[in-house]
């Protein structure tokens, strides 16, 4: 069965300092792979995704993913973080296809200090 | 043009009762998929509609059923309610058989008493 864990439930960085959020993942061949940010009280806004070919991903709002097969990871970075940013970022996995049916991970929440 | 949109934005409910909550896809799309995300927890998938039937579906109870209308709107009803279904319920459409993702919803807040 697929399963995504995300080990780091809270982080905190400093404005302007990078950030790198983890995800792996359970699945037999290449999952697509999706980050998702949720702001208080919203729904998801998808950063980015991964289906195949770069392993090097960008996304919106700066972000960037890679994918590393032998680590069966899919780690969110950005350089320089933003107040802006604080929020809950989810990962999740759609099995080998696009077929809507999300398994998400159960999610990191960013505070960003001043 | 609208995304994604849902109705009620907030509920409150008795144990033992029914609710319907309401989505209306992306213009475009034609699939509706729900998700219940408790407090402090990722989106957990409920059930995806497409062609007005359900396509999959999660591991939630019989209790958790839909709808899907021609002109793709679906409905969510969830029967004999518990504590333990106060969540967002987020709603998610997204074009079948495209390589395009899935667009969110800002989701239904239900509170059960």
């Known amino acids: 069965a697929q399963s995504v864990t995300q080990p780091d439930i809270h982080i905190t960085v400093s404005e302007g300092a990078s950030l790198e959020l983890r995800c792996n993942y359970s699945y037999g061949a290449t999952p697509y792979l999706f980050w998702y940010v949720q702001s208080p009280g919203q729904g998801l806004q998808l950063l980015l995704k991964y289906f195949s070919g770069d392993t090097l991903v960008q996304g919106i709002k700066g972000f960037e993913a890679e994918f590393k097969r032998s680590q069966s990871s899919f780690n969110l970075r950005k350089p320089s973080v933003h107040w802006s940013d604080a929020a809950e970022y989810f990962c999740a996995v759609d099995g080998s296809s696009n077929t809507g049916k999300l398994i998400f991970g159960q999610g990191t929440t960013l505070q960003v200090k001043p | 043009d609208a995304g994604v949109t849902q109705s009620p934005t907030h509920l409150i409910k008795t144990r033992g009762q029914q609710v319907t909550l309401r989505c209306s896809p992306k213009?475009?799309?034609?699939?509706v998929s729900w998700y219940q995300q408790a407090l402090g927890q990722g989106p957990q998938f409920i059930f995806q509609?497409?062609?007005?039937?359900?396509?999959q579906r999660g591991n939630f109870p019989d209790r958790f059923s839909g709808h899907q209308f021609p002109n793709y709107s679906s409905e969510l009803n969830v029967n004999a309610l518990l504590l333990g279904d106060s969540a967002l319920y987020l709603c998610?459409?997204?074009?079948?058989?495209?390589?395009?993702?899935?667009?969110f919803g800002p989701g239904t807040r239900l509170l059960v008493l």
């Open positions: 509609y497409y062609e007005e039937e359900e396509r």
């Open positions: 998610a459409s997204s074009r079948r058989d495209s390589q395009e993702t899935q667009y």
């Open positions: 213009s475009g799309h034609d699939t």
